[in-house]
């Protein structure tokens, strides 16, 4: 069963996978991406995101070519996983105020309203989705998972690239992935 891991980062919206994705690609894993969703003013160094996996629910086909791969997989999906393979998760956390405030500036940007749910609701939302999800997470006895904070990967790089690493199997390029660490792109910081 080793050689069919599929590694994912996963995580909140807004919540630092596409960062995560960004740094294990240069310690030198290969991503699943499709490179449909482009860079923009949001996320200046890409998404990393494949089509596809908005369609996990109904569709899990594409899977097979994610093993021995890093493919990002928002948390709402992780749960539609299939169970025939074996799944090491990167689980990004951030501050939740944090998260709020990254989406509505994201929403302004693009011209989108801002106040269709107030900002205590949708924490309250997201507070009961990652309760459910990491409970979820626990029960499968086909998937290890890494919880890490996005904020400490500007304040401790060293000592969180090193638990990913090994966590990872200890193959990455450390160095590579410290490199690509952007402080100026920590911009809702609370």
Known sequence: MEDEIITVVSGLPRS?????MRMLNAGGMETLTDNIREADEDNTNGYYELEKIKKL???TSFLGDAVGKLVKVVSALLRYLPAKYQYKIVFMRRDLDEVLASQKQMLIRRGEPTDRVSDEIMKDIYLKHL?????????????KVIY???????????????????????????????????????????
């Open 16 to 20: 630092g996978t596409s960062m995560m």
């Open 57 to 59: 629910k109904n569709d």
């Open 131 to 143: 309760k459910f999800v990491e409970s979820w997470m626990e029960e499968q006895g086909n998937i």
């Open 148 to 190: 890490l904070n996005y904020k400490d990967f500007f304040t401790e790089p060293e000592k969180y690239i090193g638990q990913i690493n090994r966590f990872l199997g200890n193959s990455l390029d450390t160095d590579k992935i410290y490199s690509v660490i952007d402080q100026t792109l920590y911009r809702q910081r609370s």
